[in-house]
């Protein structure tokens, strides 16, 4: 059986990153850059005020103080998007608001906190300092200069930033659009009737949702019966994909036809059963350069298996540089029975105390109970070879959140 460290990398030497499309910048949310992006112009266009006050020159207020207070003529005024056209002379000033541009002349902008208006004269009392408050042209972003590489996410910071430089479209690596087949003649959908023997088909759903959630796109092939034909058709819906997602049927059992199936449609099978709990009869290969993966039909080793193989695998498809989820460290808060030859992924709840984060088991790990998962935080990651794991054992935790479930509390 092969170690599941080896399996994720076999699978990962075999995804293609995908091609690229154009997108608006909202649309891009989420996504990698597939260009770099350079500043057209400089960020500010040009110098400006960050205050509301009086701009000026500084050499007239310098030592300006309560005791020493300077008058200046004020000879007009310069709101954000309607500048003051004129020249400013020696011994004047000129009203300006937040982003209102220095006029030619000024250097020095006093907030009006720190003025007196006497008419049409501004009596300064303070020295803010040369140049003080004002923004220069070009501070933030040099024209010309590269601000995004190809490959950065885009997050809503990138986004404003983008709008900022004028951008509103950029090249983005594309979406897969994954097949998602169920397997097994005791399953049945949503719409149909539930009868004694059956089973509700949830992999469809949950592994649509974990799709969903990378960012990729569900395609879903609905439930195959255990029998060759019908497995077939419904694997040739799936072939307009860029990956396949079957659950169920890769096992021993007298009805595992998946395999075989995939097998006889022409799928290069690179490995099957991995070393690791739940999960272990994953299989994996290709079909021509798509990726098809053969996950477990139990509802909890189907999401484990896709954590750890399909979603990195999607990630890289689409230009993500982070496949993995955050690694914590925890101590073990209870001994956790682990049975050799195979890596444990236990599903657990974090907590903290007295400044330790402790991870305890969500309790029953049937593989067929998505309520350990709907509990949990994380995976322990308890590698077979270090058993027994006892209660204070320092472990690694596959933390499966985006937020954090240890500190719900506001942080102010
Ligand atoms: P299999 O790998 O086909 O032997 O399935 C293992 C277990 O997972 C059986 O108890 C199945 O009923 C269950 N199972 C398989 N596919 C699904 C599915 N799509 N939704 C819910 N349970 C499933
Ligand atoms: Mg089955």
């Known amino acids: 059986m092969l170690p599941i460290g080896e399996a994720q990398q076999k699978v990962l030497e075999e995804i293609p990153v995908l091609g690229r499309e154009r997108l608006f910048i909202l649309e891009a949310l989420g996504r990698v850059l597939a260009q770099d992006v350079e500043a057209v112009r400089d960020v500010p266009a040009a110098d400006n005020s960050a205050m509301d006050g009086y701009c000026l020159q500084h050499k007239d207020i310098a030592g300006a103080n309560l005791s020493n207070p300077v008058r200046l003529k004020v000879v007009g005024e310069s709101p954000a998007g309607k500048p003051f056209t004129g020249t400013l002379e020696s011994g004047q000033a000129v009203r300006i608001m937040t982003g209102g541009l220095i006029p030619n002349g000024a250097d020095t902008v006093i907030m009006v906190e720190d003025t007196e208006r006497e008419g049409d004269f501004v009596v300064c009392l303070n020295d803010p300092g040369f140049?003080?408050?004002?923004?220069?042209?070009?501070?933030?972003?040099?024209?010309?200069?590269?601000?995004f590489k190809c490959g950065d996410l885009i997050g809503p910071p990138e986004v404003g930033m983008l709008a900022t430089l004028g951008h509103a479209y950029v090249y983005v690596y594309q979406r897969p659009v994954v097949?998602?087949?169920?397997t097994g003649d005791e399953l049945v959908d949503l719409d149909e009737p539930f009868t004694n023997g059956k089973v509700v088909c949830s992999n469809t759903y949950s592994l649509a949702a974990q799709v969903i959630d990378c960012g990729a796109i569900p395609l879903s092939l609905g439930i195959a019966s255990d029998n060759i034909d019908d497995l077939r058709a419904r694997l040739r819906d799936?072939?307009?994909?860029?990956?396949?997602?079957?659950?169920?049927?890769?096992?021993v059992g007298k009805y595992d036809l998946v395999k075989d199936t995939l097998t006889e449609v022409?799928?290069?099978?690179?490995?099957?059963?991995?070393?690791?709990?739940?999960?272990?009869?994953l299989v994996f290969g290709t079909l021509g350069t798509k990726p098809v993966f053969g996950l477990p039909g139990n509802p909890t080793s189907a999401m484990i298996s896709f954590e750890q193989f399909v979603r990195p695998a999607l990630l890289k498809m689409m230009g993500r540089k982070n496949l993995f989820r955050p690694l914590l460290d925890a101590e073990l808060a209870q001994d956790v029975k682990v049975s050799p030859g195979r890596l444990h992924l236990v599903r657990c709840k974090l907590f903290e105390k007295d400044g330790?984060?402790?991870?305890?088991?969500?309790?029953?790990?049937?593989?067929?109970?998505?309520?350990?998962?709907?509990?949990?935080?994380?995976?322990?990651?308890?590698?077979?070879?270090?058993?027994?794991f006892k209660?204070?054992?320092k472990i690694k935790v596959q933390f499966l959140h985006t937020d954090n479930p240890l500190s719900p509390e506001s942080h102010y």
């Open 131 to 147: 140049n003080s408050h004002v923004r220069f042209g070009g501070e933030y972003v040099r024209a010309g200069e590269t601000v």
């Open 179 to 182: 097949a998602i087949l169920s």
């Open 238 to 251: 799936g072939l307009r994909a860029d990956v396949i997602l079957t659950s169920g049927g890769v096992s």
């Open 266 to 281: 022409g799928m290069k099978v690179k490995f099957w059963k991995v070393a690791m709990k739940p999960g272990k009869p």
């Open 356 to 388: 330790i984060r402790f991870a305890v088991s969500t309790g029953t790990q049937s593989s067929g109970s998505l309520r350990s998962m709907v509990m949990a935080d994380g995976l322990m990651i308890l590698p077979a070879e270090k058993i027994p």
């Open 391 to 393: 209660a204070g054992d």
